[in-house]
Protein backbone atom coordinates (compact mmCIF):
# COMPACT_ATOMS: atom_id res chain seq x y z
CA UNK A 1 0.00 0.00 0.00
CA UNK A 2 1.26 3.61 -0.69
CA UNK A 3 1.26 6.29 1.67
CA UNK A 4 2.30 9.36 1.13
CA UNK A 5 3.36 12.16 3.61
CA UNK A 6 3.59 15.77 3.21
CA UNK A 7 5.39 18.31 4.89
CA UNK A 8 6.61 21.91 4.04
CA UNK A 9 3.50 24.25 4.23
CA UNK A 10 2.62 27.34 6.09
CA UNK A 11 2.49 30.55 5.73
CA UNK A 12 4.78 33.00 4.04
CA UNK A 13 5.15 36.63 2.82
CA UNK A 14 4.10 37.37 -0.74
CA UNK A 15 7.63 37.27 -2.34
CA UNK A 16 8.88 34.69 -0.19
CA UNK A 17 9.65 30.53 -0.57
CA UNK A 18 8.66 27.40 0.57
CA UNK A 19 9.65 24.05 -0.28
CA UNK A 20 6.88 21.14 0.58
CA UNK A 21 8.02 17.68 0.44
CA UNK A 22 6.62 14.04 0.12
CA UNK A 23 7.71 11.07 1.60
CA UNK A 24 6.74 8.02 -0.04
CA UNK A 25 6.36 4.11 1.30
CA UNK A 26 5.32 1.28 0.07
CA UNK A 27 6.24 2.27 -3.43
CA UNK A 28 9.40 3.62 -5.91
CA UNK A 29 8.59 7.19 -7.82
CA UNK A 30 11.36 6.43 -10.07
CA UNK A 31 8.92 4.68 -12.91
CA UNK A 32 5.79 5.94 -11.75
CA UNK A 33 4.41 9.72 -12.39
CA UNK A 34 4.06 11.98 -9.34
CA UNK A 35 2.61 15.31 -9.12
CA UNK A 36 1.57 18.12 -6.69
CA UNK A 37 -2.09 19.03 -6.75
CA UNK A 38 -3.83 22.05 -5.39
CA UNK A 39 -7.06 22.78 -3.56
CA UNK A 40 -8.14 26.71 -2.69
CA UNK A 41 -11.74 27.30 -1.20
CA UNK A 42 -14.22 27.00 -3.45
CA UNK A 43 -12.15 25.57 -6.32
CA UNK A 44 -11.33 22.68 -8.25
CA UNK A 45 -8.61 21.21 -7.60
CA UNK A 46 -5.92 21.51 -10.06
CA UNK A 47 -2.67 19.45 -11.00
CA UNK A 48 0.20 22.01 -10.17
CA UNK A 49 3.25 20.57 -11.03
CA UNK A 50 4.47 16.97 -12.36
CA UNK A 51 7.32 14.41 -13.15
CA UNK A 52 6.74 11.62 -15.66
CA UNK A 53 7.43 7.86 -15.10
CA UNK A 54 10.99 7.57 -15.36
CA UNK A 55 11.45 11.26 -14.46
CA UNK A 56 11.84 12.41 -18.40
CA UNK A 57 8.58 14.53 -18.67
CA UNK A 58 7.53 17.69 -16.30
CA UNK A 59 4.25 19.36 -16.35
CA UNK A 60 3.95 23.16 -14.88
CA UNK A 61 0.24 24.91 -14.55
CA UNK A 62 1.00 28.11 -16.54
CA UNK A 63 0.01 29.67 -12.99
CA UNK A 64 3.22 28.44 -12.06
CA UNK A 65 5.98 28.43 -14.44
CA UNK A 66 9.00 29.89 -14.16
CA UNK A 67 8.03 30.06 -10.00
CA UNK A 68 8.25 26.67 -8.97
CA UNK A 69 9.91 23.56 -9.55
CA UNK A 70 9.21 19.82 -9.13
CA UNK A 71 11.84 17.39 -8.27
CA UNK A 72 12.45 14.34 -6.95
CA UNK A 73 14.85 11.70 -4.97
CA UNK A 74 14.46 8.27 -5.80
CA UNK A 75 16.79 6.90 -3.55
CA UNK A 76 14.69 8.15 -1.20
CA UNK A 77 11.18 8.08 -2.61
CA UNK A 78 10.90 11.62 -1.91
CA UNK A 79 9.52 14.25 -4.31
CA UNK A 80 9.37 18.21 -4.15
CA UNK A 81 8.20 21.47 -4.81
CA UNK A 82 10.13 24.47 -4.20
CA UNK A 83 8.02 27.41 -4.77
CA UNK A 84 9.53 30.32 -5.45
CA UNK A 85 8.18 34.11 -6.03
CA UNK A 86 4.83 33.02 -4.06
CA UNK A 87 1.68 35.20 -4.49
CA UNK A 88 -1.44 35.63 -2.34
CA UNK A 89 -3.22 33.40 -5.31
CA UNK A 90 -1.19 30.35 -4.26
CA UNK A 91 -3.21 29.98 -1.15
CA UNK A 92 -4.63 26.67 -1.45
CA UNK A 93 -4.42 22.91 0.38
CA UNK A 94 -1.35 21.30 -1.61
CA UNK A 95 -1.46 17.27 -1.98
CA UNK A 96 1.26 14.76 -3.04
CA UNK A 97 -0.26 12.19 -5.62
CA UNK A 98 1.20 9.22 -7.07
CA UNK A 99 -0.06 7.77 -10.22
CA UNK A 100 -0.46 3.84 -10.83
CA UNK A 101 0.66 4.11 -14.44
CA UNK A 102 3.78 2.74 -15.24
CA UNK A 103 5.91 5.17 -17.63
CA UNK A 104 2.90 7.18 -17.58
CA UNK A 105 3.20 11.11 -18.58
CA UNK A 106 3.17 13.98 -15.69
CA UNK A 107 -1.24 14.42 -16.77
CA UNK A 108 -2.68 11.32 -16.67
CA UNK A 109 -6.04 10.37 -15.19
CA UNK A 110 -4.77 7.46 -12.50
CA UNK A 111 -3.57 9.57 -9.84
CA UNK A 112 -5.05 7.16 -7.26
CA UNK A 113 -2.72 7.48 -4.10
CA UNK A 114 -3.04 10.84 -2.07
CA UNK A 115 -1.72 12.36 1.01
CA UNK A 116 -2.94 14.23 3.72
CA UNK A 117 -2.37 17.68 1.90
CA UNK A 118 -0.57 20.61 3.55
CA UNK A 119 -1.58 24.34 4.47
CA UNK A 120 0.24 27.46 1.99
CA UNK A 121 -0.86 30.21 2.94
CA UNK A 122 0.64 33.85 1.10
CA UNK A 123 0.14 36.92 2.62
CA UNK A 124 -0.11 39.93 1.28
Known amino acids: QVQ ?3 SGGGLVQAGGS ?3 SC ?3 GRTFSLYPVGWFRQAPGKERELVAAIGGG ?3 TYYADAVKGRFTISKDNAKITVYLQMNSLKPEDTAVYYCAASSRL ?3 PVNDEYNH ?3 GTQVTVSS
Request: aromatic content about 12%.
Open 55 to 57: SVA
Open 103 to 105: YGS
Open 4 to 6: LVE
Open 114 to 116: WGQ
Open 18 to 20: LRL
Open 23 to 25: AAS
